[in-house]
C-alpha cells in the first residue's frame, strides 16, 4: 500500500521560509511524478506544481501563484519530496499535501499518451503564515 | 473563484441517489479528462473516479463518473452515512496549463 506523509509545516512570518518534506512508502519514488496541492482554510483545492521523473528530465512545473518563490524537488535515493518555499504570503496560509500521480495510455491515431493524475494523497501538513 | 464550478452543497438521505455536477469552460473539462476526490477534513483525499468514469480498484460501484461537452457529474447511488465528505473535481486546463479544481460539494447524508 503506498502511503504518504508530509512534514515541516508550522507557523512562519511574512517573508520567511519553509521546507516541506513527503516520505513515500510502498513505491519506488523513482518511477513516480509527484505533485504537491493546498487548500486554503474554508476553500477549495490549489494545484501547486508538479515534478517528473529523472527519465523525464526531473521537469517541474509550477501554478502562477508561486512560481519564482517555491521549489520542488526529490531524492529518489530516500524516497523523498520537498517543496522549499521562500518569500512566504498570508495567502499561502493553507493545508500542503503530497500526491502520486498515476497514469493511463491511449492511442490517439498513431501516437500513444500518458495522461497522468493525482492518485494516492498524504494527509497534509499545515503552513500558517502570520 | 475556483475555474471549475461545483454546487457547495448536496443532500440526501440514506439509500437515496444524488449527483453533484461540475462545470468548467473548452480549455480543461471539454479537452482533458475529469477526475473526482472524496475529502473527509483530516484525512487524505481519497480518488473515486478517474478518465471521467473509470473506477480504481476499491471504489464501490455506487460511484460513478459522467462527462458530456464541458460539464461532467458524479453520482452516488445507495447513499450511506459514510459517504458524508467534501467532493472535488479535477481537471487539466490547457490555456492555464496547470491542474484546476472545483470549490468542493459538502454531501450531507441526512
Known amino acids: 500500500e503506498v502511503q504518504l506523509v508530509e512534514s515541516g509545516g508550522g507557523l512562519v512570518k511574512p517573508g520567511g521560509s519553509l521546507r516541506l518534506s513527503c516520505a513515500a512508502s510502498?513505491?519506488?519514488?523513482?518511477?513516480?511524478?509527484m505533485t504537491w496541492v493546498r487548500q486554503v482554510p474554508g476553500k477549495g483545492l490549489e494545484w501547486v506544481g508538479r515534478?517528473?521523473?529523472?527519465?523525464?528530465?526531473?521537469?517541474?512545473d509550477y501554478a502562477a501563484p508561486v512560481k519564482g518563490r517555491f521549489r520542488i524537488s526529490r531524492d529518489d535515493s530516500k524516497n523523498m519530496l520537498y517543496l522549499q518555499m521562500n518569500s512566504l504570503k498570508n495567502d499561502d496560509t493553507a493545508v500542503y499535501y503530497c500526491?502520486?500521480?498515476?497514469?493511463?495510455?491511449?492511442?490517439?491515431?498513431?501516437?500513444?499518451?500518458?495522461?497522468?493524475?493525482?492518485?494516492?494523497w498524504g494527509k497534509g501538513t499545515t503552513v500558517r503564515v502570520s | 473563484q475556483s475555474v471549475l464550478t461545483q454546487p457547495p452543497s448536496a443532500s440526501g438521505t440514506p439509500g437515496q441517489r444524488v449527483s453533484i455536477s461540475c462545470s468548467g469552460s473548452?480549455?480543461?473539462?471539454?479537452?482533458?479528462?475529469v477526475y473526482w476526490y472524496q475529502h473527509v477534513p483530516g484525512t487524505a483525499p481519497k480518488l473515486l473516479i478517474y478518465?471521467?468514469?473509470q473506477r480504481p480498484s476499491g471504489v464501490p460501484d455506487r460511484f460513478s463518473g459522467s462527462k458530456s461537452g464541458t460539464s461532467a457529474s458524479l453520482a452516488i447511488s445507495g447513499l450511506r452515512s459514510e459517504d458524508e465528505a467534501d467532493y472535488f473535481c479535477?481537471?487539466?486546463?490547457?490555456?492555464?496549463?496547470?491542474?484546476?479544481f472545483g470549490g468542493g460539494t459538502k454531501l450531507t447524508v441526512l
Open positions: 500526491t502520486t500521480q498515476g497514469r493511463f495510455g491511449e492511442w490517439s491515431g498513431e501516437i500513444f499518451h500518458w495522461h497522468y493524475y493525482m492518485d494516492v
Open positions: 510502498g513505491i519506488t519514488l523513482s518511477n513516480a511524478w
Open positions: 515534478i517528473k521523473t529523472k527519465t523525464y528530465g526531473e521537469t517541474v
Open positions: 473548452s480549455s480543461n473539462i471539454g479537452n482533458n479528462y
Open positions: 478518465k471521467n468514469d
Open positions: 479535477a481537471a487539466w486546463d490547457d490555456s492555464l496549463s496547470a491542474w484546476e
